[in-house]
């Protein structure tokens, strides 16, 4: 399988899922020496597992046991390729992603080994990690893991994100549309028809919103969700409305008339709800902070046949961002980004953090100045201070990479390891000694983290390890 990093970066290492007893296991493939092709093997194998930790978590998943499972070690008994001693609920402990990472590796250096041996051995172990993540199959868990921006979830998200709802004259989103989706959500969740006819579903959609509506949404409006939901990509008509003409609109009329058109999601989508819990908690927690804060949230669940959601909902917010830009999904890296990229925009200059360039917008991507996955929950929500904007021709890269860093007066470092890449050191120069604006004392201690952790101060080799 894949590992994709939040900017679309895929991880040099191998893992899979598979079915083990009444769990889950996770492997996480060995590190070290070098392929037939001469390259490093599974090198990414730290950033995988705290990835993996990070996106479990994200899913409230508990991991019941984590054992070293490298051929080496099988003739050894469990308790003796153990890495921890009780399970580790993700979404309720304190221990930060790299706190849990370290857990897991620490310990495999001594195990397999003699007890006398003087140096311990390697730390990055093929790894065997049985986690409970109630309700998902070994191929579901994979795909929502991999953080594929290709995922069904994400491309939800972004539709839902495209929704086109209208505006009341107060300034609140209507909420027709988006009680409407709910309903349909429970629907699949619940097993029941994709497609339901206008004639039953008008009463549905009206008393929802009559008891979950703004008090300026009617439930004489009923029809309107229910056809222009056609255009979100989410929902299909069983037949086309007549267009809406310049003396009214004709498609209530014509919906009464043919009581028989159905209205639901796509196959696709109803697929997709029916059989990814992660899908249907995604986009229940978006619809709710998007269209309905400050509505007690369980009733609306509950009528909507999404009450056993409630929970996974609850659960996700304790670990996600609050309010309004309240979604830090797991498989939604593209949606994240985009928020963080609006926020940085937002701000004014469409310019480089890095180099200062004035660049076009899609050149520009958020950047996270501390790596997403080591931040804490507090560091994730400072949005304001935790992302800048690189640009995409070198600077986003270069920094990623620890090629250059930010020293702690705020000016670009390169690093001794560029001398060793002429073309690279070549686009890499010019921005040596250049103040960037994005260091403030606020952002100050992300910088000091990518200095410490990213930043290659010296020159290294590849890392070598034993199998
Ligand atoms: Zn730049």
């Not at 804490?376 to 250059?404: F, K, P, Q």
Request: with cysteine; hydrophobic share 40%; proline share 5%.
């Amino acid at each position: 399988m894949q590992l994709t990093e939040l900017d679309g970066t895929v991880l040099n290492a191998a893992w899979s899922v598979e079915q083990d007893g009444d769990l889950l296991a996770i492997i996480l493939e060995s590190a070290g020496g070098k392929t037939k092709t001469g390259a490093s093997r599974n090198s990414d194998y730290t950033r995988a597992l705290v990835l993996l930790i990070s996106r479990l978590r994200e899913l409230g998943a508990v991991i019941e046991d984590a054992l070293v499972d490298s051929a080496q070690t099988a003739s050894l008994s469990e308790a003796d390729r153990r890495l921890i001693d009780a399970p580790l609920p993700l979404a309720t402990t304190t221990a930060s992603d790299e706190e849990i990472r370290l857990l897991l590796t620490r310990k495999q250096g001594r195990i397999g080994m003699h007890p006398d041996a003087r140096k311990s051995g390697n730390e990055r172990k093929r790894l065997r990690l049985r986690v409970a993540v109630p309700g998902y199959t070994p191929e579901l868990l994979a795909r929502d893991l991999s953080g594929d921006v290709e995922s069904p979830v994400e491309k939800m998200l972004l539709t839902l994100d495209a929704l086109n709802v209208q505006r009341s004259p107060d300034g609140t989103s209507k909420r027709h549309q988006p009680l409407t989706l709910l309903w349909a959500i429970g629907r699949a969740v619940e097993g029941k028809a994709r497609q339901v006819p206008w004639r039953e579903a008008r009463t549905v959609i009206a008393s929802l919103i009559d008891d979950f509506g703004h008090p300026t949404d009617s439930p004489k409006n009923a029809h309107l969700p229910f056809l222009a939901l056609a255009g979100s990509g989410l929902w299909e008509l069983s037949a086309t409305p007549p267009a809406k003409g310049k003396h009214g609109d004709p498609r209530l009329r014509w919906l009464n008339t043919h009581p028989g058109t159905t209205g639901g999601l796509t196959e696709e989508s109803h697929q997709l709800f029916a059989g990814s819990r992660l899908a249907v908690s995604t986009a229940v927690d978006r619809l709710l902070l998007d269209h309905f804060d400050g509505t007690d949230e369980r009733p609306l669940l509950t009528a909507v046949g999404l009450g056993t959601t409630a929970p996974a909902v609850e659960a996700r917010r304790r670990t996600a961002y609050t309010g309004k830009l309240g979604y830090d999904v797991v498989v939604l890296r593209r949606g994240e980004q985009h928020v963080l990229r609006r926020l940085l925009l937002a701000r004014g200059a469409s310019q480089c953090a890095l180099c200062g360039a004035e660049l076009p917008e899609r050149l520009l991507v958020a950047a996270h100045i501390k790596k997403r996955t080591a931040c804490d929950e507090r560091e994730r929500r400072d949005l304001d201070n935790v992302a800048m904007l690189a640009c995409t021709l070198g600077c986003d890269s270069l920094y990623e990479h620890g090629y250059i860093g930010i020293s702690d007066d705020g000016v670009v470092e390169l690093s001794p390891e560029l001398l060793g890449h002429p073309h690279l050191n070549e686009h890499a120069r010019r921005l040596a000694g250049r103040p960037v604006a994005a260091w403030t004392g606020s952002s100050r201690d992300y910088f000091a983290w990518h200095a410490a952790n990213v930043f290659r101060a010296q020159a290294r080799d590849e890392p070598r390890q034993d199998g």
